[in-house]
C-alpha cells in the first residue's frame, strides 16, 4: 500500500514508519501538525499531538527525500470522551484537514502510518479520520511489550534524543542523551516507580535525529534547556533547539539490509500459553485424506447471491418466543426478514434488501423494549452463502454507528431459502454501576491482534461481561489465513488472537470464560480443537466454590459447544466466539437500616476477598443417562440410548449452561442416526423414529436446564438466579440438520415446553418428561434462537445454551452464606 507516515519527530512514529517498509508499504509523503506561529509556544497542551521539537519537523522531509504535508493545530480537545465523534473545532478535525490534504495531492493513498502504542485516545480519534476518508491506520507497535519495543527500536539504528522529561527519576541532564543510552536507566525506573519505558505516561518525549529510513540526518550544533517546572521530585524540563543542520550519509552508512534484520514477529504473552497448540491438534487430527475438497471462499452448495423468489407463507420458524425484556439483560431471538405481514407472499429480494429487511426487524424489536443498537453487547449472524459476506457487510454496517457491537458471523444451511438470521444480546445502558460500558474497536492493522473485517467491535464489557466477537486464525499484520492451508495453525493463531483480546480487556480467558462456542468446517476437527481449548482450560486453578448435588457434580471449566458448520468467513477452519467474566464480584454494601439506600456498592477482585467469589462461583456439571425400557426378555442386556450433559458457569450477574445430548455408540438407535448408512427406502422410517427420540431428549434437556436453575436458586442475599425461568433471557437450539428432518416439529414442541414453564421451579419439573409435570403458568418472556449444524462434537444431537440473569448480592449475604 502506499501510505502517509504522520510523524511527531519522536521515535515511535519514524519506528512504526520503518516497520511499514518491512511490511511491503512504500511511503510517499509525510504529514505532521504544528502548534500556531503567532502563539510563540513550544508545546500545546494538546491531548493528541506532540508539539515539543515542532521546530525540528521541516528538516524530515530532505532527510527522507519525501513531501511533507503540515497543518496548524487551531482546535482544542472537546471532545475527549472515549468515543469520537466528529466536533467542530476539535483537534481532531485538524488531523482530517491534514490527511484530506494529502489524500487531494496524492490521490491512490491507501493508509497511515501512526506510532501510537498504548493510547486509546490517539487510536480512536486517527481511525476515527482514516475511516472517513477511506484510509488504513498502520500501527505496528500497537500494545507491544514496551521493555521489549524500546530496546527493539535503539538496535534497529533509532537515534532519537530524549527532549523533554516530566516524571519522577528523570532530570535535566537526562535530556539530550539517546534512547539507547536511557534504556537501562529507564527499565530501573520502571521497577522502582512504575514509570512507562516507552514514555506512554507522558513521562518523556524525543526527537529523531537518524534512522535507516534517513538518507541525511540531523545534527544538532545548540541547544539549551528550558525549565518548565523545577519540581524537586518530578523536574519539567525541555530542550529548545538553536541550530541544527543536515549531513549526508555515506553509501557505507546506508544498511540495503535493514529491512532483513527488522522484527517482524514480536513475542507477546499469550504466545507462551499458545506455543504448544499446533502439536497438541496435529497429534490429534486424522491421517489426511487429500481426496477431500476444500472450498476455500466457504460458499455452500445451495448458496447463490442472486435475487431470490421468496414463499412467505411457507417459511418455517416463526417461534413463538421472541424476545426477553428486562430491568437488565434484553434479548432478540432469532429473526429473518420474512416476519412482516406487510411483505405480501410472494416478493423477489436481493441478499442486500433482505439483510436491511432483516435487521430493520431487529431494530423494530429492539425499540418496543426501549433499546437502541448502542445497547447490544453481541450478536449471531448467519448466513446462507458466505459468499455473500461483503454484500451482507455492506447492508448491515448502515444500521451502526461508530461502535458496532461484536459478532459471531459463520453460514448455516438456513431453512426455506432464508439467507440470513440474526439474534442479538443487549444490556441497557442504565445499567452502569460500578463501571459504565466500553467497546474495544481497533480498525488498524499491527501484530496485536486482526482488524475487524466488518462492521463489528473486537470487544464489549459491560455487567462485569466481554462479549468477543469470534475469532478466525488470521494473522493480525496481513488479515490473511496461514499459508498452506492447516488447522493446527488456524487453531494457534485464532485462540492467540482470542486471547489478545481477552488480555488488553483486562480479562483472563484461562479462568474467566462463561461461554465458549468452537465453530469448524470439518467434524473431523472436534477433537483436535477441543484438545486445544483443554491445554488452555487446565492452566485454570482449581479454587472456587461448587454447590453439592443430589446427581453427579463436579468442578468444571466453562460450557464448550464444538459444532460443525458448512462455511466460515474468509474460508477459516476454525472460529471461536467466547464470554469472560472480568473476576470482580459486585456487592451492595447494606449493612443496616442506618445506610444510606442509595449508597453504592462494594467492587472486588478475587485476591482482595476469597470468599466472596468462593461463594458467588459456582460451576457445576450434571449428567442424565436415558436408560431404554426394559425388555420383556430380562435375559437381554439394552445400552443406555443417550445421554445429556450440561455445564453451567455462574458469577453473578449471568449465569450461562449448556446441554448437549449425545447418542451412545452401541445404543440400538446409532444406525437411526447415522444417515449414511440408510438407504432412501428406509429415511421415511427413520425420520418417523427420531422425531420421536429427539422430542424426548429435547424434553430432558430442558429438564436438565430447569434442575441447572433450581442448583442456582438465590439465597437470602446471596447471589442467585431468583426468578428461576422468570428470568432466563434466552435459549438457543442447535439441532443436527442432517438427523432432524422436522425441524419444525422440534420446534413446537421447544415452543411447548417454554410454554409450560412457570416462574417458579417445582420438584415435579425435574422429571425428563415435561409434558404432564411443569407448572400451567406460561412464561413468554425468552429469546429463542434454533440453528442448523452439521455435526455436534461428541456425537451430539441436539445442544441447548441458556443465558439467564440473577441477583446483586449483598456482602454481608456472601459472606454469611
Known amino acids: 500500500m502506499k501510505i502517509l507516515g504522520l510523524i511527531s519527530g519522536g521515535k515511535d512514529s519514524f519506528y512504526n514508519l520503518m516497520q511499514c517498509v518491512a511490511n511491503g508499504h512504500k511511503v510517499v509523503a509525510l504529514g505532521n501538525l504544528h502548534p500556531p506561529p503567532q502563539d510563540m509556544k513550544d508545546e500545546l497542551d494538546s491531548y493528541m499531538y506532540q508539539t515539543v521539537g515542532h521546530d525540528v519537523i521541516h528538516m524530515y522531509k530532505d532527510c527522507l527525500d519525501l513531501p511533507l504535508y503540515r497543518q496548524e ?414 488447522l493446527a495453525k488456524e487453531t494457534a493463531w485464532s485462540l492467540r488472537n482470542l486471547t489478545q483480546i481477552a488480555s488488553v480487556c483486562q480479562m483472563d480467558i484461562v479462568n474467566r470464560t462463561a461461554m465458549c462456542i468452537i465453530y469448524v468446517k470439518d467434524p473431523e476437527a472436534f477433537t483436535a480443537v477441543l484438545s486445544a481449548w483443554d491445554h488452555i482450560a487446565t492452566k485454570a486453578s482449581s479454587g472456587g466454590g461448587c454447590l453439592s448435588l443430589s446427581i453427579r457434580t463436579t468442578i468444571n471449566p466453562a460450557p464448550v459447544l464444538a459444532i460443525c458448520m458448512p462455511s466460515l468467513p474468509k474460508g477459516a477452519q476454525v472460529e471461536w466466539q467466547a464470554m469472560l467474566h472480568n473476576g470482580k464480584v459486585y456487592a451492595d454494601k447494606v449493612l443496616g437500616q442506618k445506610e444510606s439506600t442509595d449508597q453504592d456498592g462494594y467492587e472486588t477482585d478475587d485476591d482482595d476477598i476469597y470468599q466472596l467469589e468462593k461463594r458467588a462461583l459456582q460451576p457445576t456439571t450434571l449428567s442424565y443417562v436415558h436408560e431404554y425400557p426394559s425388555s420383556p426378555d430380562s435375559t437381554v442386556k439394552l445400552e443406555p440410548q443417550w445421554e445429556e450433559r450440561t455445564q453451567s458457569w455462574f458469577l453473578s450477574p449471568l449465569l450461562t449452561a449448556l446441554s448437549v445430548v449425545c447418542i451412545h455408540k452401541n445404543s440400538i438407535l446409532a444406525p437411526l442416526f447415522s444417515s449414511l448408512s440408510l438407504s432412501k427406502e428406509s429415511a421415511g422410517e427413520r425420520d418417523a423414529m427420531t422425531e420421536d427420540v429427539s422430542i424426548d431428549m429435547l424434553a430432558m434437556m430442558v429438564s436438565a436446564m430447569d434442575r441447572v436453575l433450581d442448583c442456582h436458586l438465590s439465597p437470602a442475599s446471596g447471589p442467585g438466579i431468583e426468578g428461576g425461568w422468570a428470568n432466563v433471557v434466552g435459549v438457543t437450539l442447535y439441532y443436527h440438520e442432517l438427523l432432524i428432518r422436522q425441524p419444525d416439529t422440534l420446534a413446537s414442541k421447544l415452543d411447548a415446553l417454554l410454554s409450560k414453564l412457570g416462574t417458579s421451579n417445582s420438584d415435579a419439573a425435574h422429571s425428563p418428561d415435561l409434558s404432564e409435570n411443569f407448572s400451567s403458568q406460561s412464561k413468554s418472556n425468552i429469546a429463542v434462537t434454533l440453528v442448523p449444524v452439521q455435526a455436534i462434537a461428541n456425537d451430539g444431537v441436539l445442544a441447548l445454551t441458556l443465558h439467564a440473569v440473577g441477583t446483586m448480592p449483598t456482602i454481608p449475604g456472601l459472606l454469611q452464606s
Open 73 to 486: 493545530i487551531k482546535g482544542k480537545p472537546i471532545e475527549q470522551g472515549s468515543d469520537y465523534v466528529v466536533t467542530s473545532m476539535d483537534e481532531t478535525e485538524d488531523l482530517y484537514k491534514l490527511l484530506e490534504k494529502a489524500k487531494t495531492a496524492h490521490p491512490d493513498l491507501e493508509a497511515v502510518s501512526v506510532g501510537a502504542i498504548l493510547s486509546n485516545y490517539q487510536r480512536i480519534r486517527v481511525e476515527n479520520v482514516c475511516a472517513r476518508l477511506g484510509l488504513v491506520t498502520l500501527a505496528y507497535l500497537w500494545q507491544r511489550d514496551q521493555e521489549e519495543l524500546l530496546n527493539e527500536m535503539a538496535q534497529a539504528g533509532v537515534n532519537a534524543i530524549l527532549i523533554k522529561i516530566a516524571a519522577i527519576g528523570l532530570k535535566k541532564q537526562h535530556l539530550g542523551q539517546s534512547i539507547g543510552d536511557m534504556y537501562p536507566h529507564l527499565c530501573r525506573m520502571n521497577q522502582q516507580y512504575d514509570l512507562h519505558i516507552c514514555g506512554e505516561g507522558g513521562e518523556y518525549e524525543t526527537v529523531t535525529l537518524d534512522c535507516p529510513l534517513f538518507k541525511r540526518r540531523i545534527i544538532v550544533d545548540e541547544s539549551e534547556i528550558v525549565i518548565h517546572s523545577d519540581d524537586h521530585f518530578a523536574q519539567v524540563a525541555y530542550l529548545r533547539f538553536k541550530k541544527l543542520h543536515l549531513e549526508d550519509k555515506s553509501d557505507d552508512e546506508m544498511d540495503p539490509n535493514w529491512k532483513a534484520d527488522m522484527n517482524v514477529d514480536p513475542v507477546w504473552r499469550a504466545d507462551s500459553l499458545l506455543t504448544p497448540i499446533e502439536d497438541i491438534v496435529n497429534s490429534k487430527l486424522p491421517p489426511k485424506d487429500d481426496s477431500k475438497e476444500i472450498t476455500p471462499n466457504g460458499s455452500t452448495a445451495h448458496g447463490t447471491t442472486e435475487a431470490i423468489e421468496h414463499d412467505c407463507t411457507q417459511v418455517r420458524y416463526q417461534p413463538k418466543f421472541s424476545t426477553h425484556q428486562s430491568n437488565i439483560v434484553c434479548a432478540v431471538g432469532m429473526t429473518t426478514a420474512f416476519e412482516s405481514p406487510s411483505m405480501g407472499t410472494r416478493r423477489h429480494l436481493s441478499i442486500a434488501e433482505e439483510t436491511t429487511i432483516c435487521l430493520q426487524n431487529v431494530q423494530a424489536k429492539l425499540d418496543q423494549m426501549g433499546l437502541s443498537w448502542s445497547e447490544v453487547v453481541f450478536m449471531q449472524v448467519f448466513v446462507s452463502n458466505m459468499g455473500d459476506f461483503g454484500v451482507v457487510n455492506g447492508a448491515y454496517k448502515e444500521f451502526f454507528g461508530i461502535n458496532p457491537p461484536p459478532r459471531a458471523c459463520v453460514g448455516a444451511n438456513l431453512p426455506s431459502d432464508i439467507r440470513i438470521q440474526v439474534n442479538c444480546t443487549a444490556i441497557r445502558k442504565e445499567v452502569s454501576s460500578p463501571n459504565p460500558r466500553k467497546t474495544l474497536h481497533v480498525q488498524g492493522i499491527s501484530y496485536w491482534a486482526p482488524a475487524n473485517i466488518g462492521p463489528y467491535s473486537q470487544a464489549t464489557e459491560q455487567a462485569y461481561h466481554a462479549y468477543i466477537a469470534g475469532q478466525i486464525g488470521m494473522i493480525p499484520c496481513t488479515l490473511d489465513l496461514p499459508e498452506p492451508l492447516s
